[in-house]
Structures are given as structure tokens and as C-alpha cells.
């Protein structure tokens, strides 16, 4: 389902209530602003605080079974893309600038190539974190409160809070 820029808060929040049920947990009074492409698996959670914004197109993919919690006064840039096969959260005054990709899950492949399942971990980012642009945080990653995270960082394994992490995988830089 595609949902293209929210005029009305209310009016979006009604229509993904309909359109989903209990699976999407929206407050009534939330500011739902930009462009927000949300597909929401069987037995499937998202849950968004208030002020949710999307300078441009955002994609929520929640696969069955799987939860993705938002907190409140969460900023994306635009060609954001967060997919859960499992657990994806995000905390309380997240700035993510764009083409920021956040996965809970890789793909296994078998001796022939082709896939076979995926291996998941959950992903968690603290509150106050910036995310710069082009970067990939993968499965299994906590991001401390506070910190930073270098534009087209690929965030393979946790980080502390308060710090600035950057690179190829990222490594820190210093403390904050």
C-alpha cells in the first residue's frame, strides 16, 4: 500500500487504523508529514509516536511477525528504506538524512548460490542519534544514545553512546 503525502494527520492515521487494524499503533493526535510508502506483514506490529517526518519517500517494510517501533520526533531525509524480519527501534529525536538503509536481517545462501532463509538479529537505535547519508546499518546493531554516525558509514556491529563512528565498516573516531 502507498501512501503519499499525508495532508491531514488524523485522516492518515484513520486510514492505516482501517487499513491495518491493531497492527499499526499510530496515537490519534500524531504529525504524520511527507511521502510514506508502509506494507505490514501477518501478525505484524508498527508502532509510531508523535511528529514522524519524511522529507521524501520513505519505505516501511514489516514482515510477518515482525515489530517496528518509531519514537517521537523522528526526522528521515529523503529514499529511506527500513525493512524487519524481526525487531527494528528506533528511539526518541532520531535525525536519519537520506538514502539511509536500516535491515534487521541478511540473506543465507546455500553451496549452489541461492538463498536459503534469511539470519536475523534486531536492530536498535537510542535516542539523539544521527544517522548521516548513504549509510547501511545492519543486523544485530545497537547505537548508543547521543551518538554519530559519519555519512556512508556501513554500522555492522554495536556502538557506545555518544560517539562519532564513520567508514567502511564504521570504526570510531572519537568521543563526542
Known sequence: MKIL?????????????????????????????????????KNAIL????????????????????????????????????????????GDNVVIANNVVIVDHDHRFCSTGVTNGYTVAPVCIKENVWIGAN?????GVTIGEGTVIAAGSIVNKSIPAREL?????AKCIKRL
Open 165 to 169: 563512528w564513520g567508514g567502511v565498516p
Open 47 to 90: 508502532t509510531v509516536m508523535q511528529y514522524l517526518i519524511s522529507n521524501g519517500e520513505l519505505h516501511i517494510r514489516v514482515s510477518d511477525n515482525a515489530r517496528i517501533s518509531i519514537g517521537k520526533n523522528v526526522f528521515f531525509n529523503h529514499n529511506c528504506s527500513l525493512t524487519a524480519k524481526e525487531t527494528i527501534a528506533i
Open 5 to 41: 503525502k499525508f495532508a491531514k494527520s488524523f485522516c492518515a492515521t484513520l486510514f492505516l487504523k482501517i487499513r491495518y487494524g491493531g497492527a499499526c499503533k499510530i496515537p490519534w493526535i500524531n504529525s504524520l508529514k511527507g511521502h510514506i510508502d508502509i506494507s505490514i506483514g
Open 135 to 139: 549509510s547501511v546499518i545492519l543486523k
